[in-house]
């Protein structure tokens, strides 16, 4: 059980052992990653930052990207770019080349555990969604607080859809 919030761009899933806080993330681009981020946002990928805090004290939060993913309003699907896709990207363009190994670590690749109370916040890339999209729907499966299962679905309108205009 537990309950799902909206505080400005930012979309939470709370319960009594975890918080899960999701925003798009193209204004991080001048931040950790910044090369990557910036050229990612320039292809039209979604970037969203996700922050897993485990607020038990003697459970453990487990979370695998590979079961996740991102279902557009024109019925577009994908699944999370993990590290060897990404690189070879980066093997044909040289801005995302250049910052690759530093940001590694920034982005959830693999599963992750998250100990008792910590918090990890990492970036989850996903390839563009359709032309057109306008909305889009994150849907994380099996997402472990000790031997408890939730799923989670996350809401939210996609500021790349209006780039063109800005």
Known sequence: KGGYSRKGEELR???????????EARKDGKKAGGSVLARLYDLEFVLLK?????????????????ITALLDSDLGYSKPLDYPRLYEMAIK??????????????FY????TVLPLHTLSRYIIFRPV????????LVIKNMYV???VIDLTFDFILTNA???KE
């Open 162 to 164: 209006d780039k063109s």
């Open 13 to 23: 899933f709370e319960n009594e052992d975890v918080t899960v806080v999701l925003k």
């Open 130 to 137: 359709s032309k057109g999209a306008k909305r889009a729907k």
């Open 146 to 148: 000790g031997t408890e």
């Open 109 to 112: 690749d693999l599963g992750i």
């Open 50 to 66: 996700m922050s897993i805090t485990n607020r038990s004290e003697s459970k453990k939060v487990r979370y695998d990207p590979a």
């Open 93 to 106: 363009d040289a801005t995302l080349e250049k910052g690759l190994t530093g940001f590694r670590s920034s």
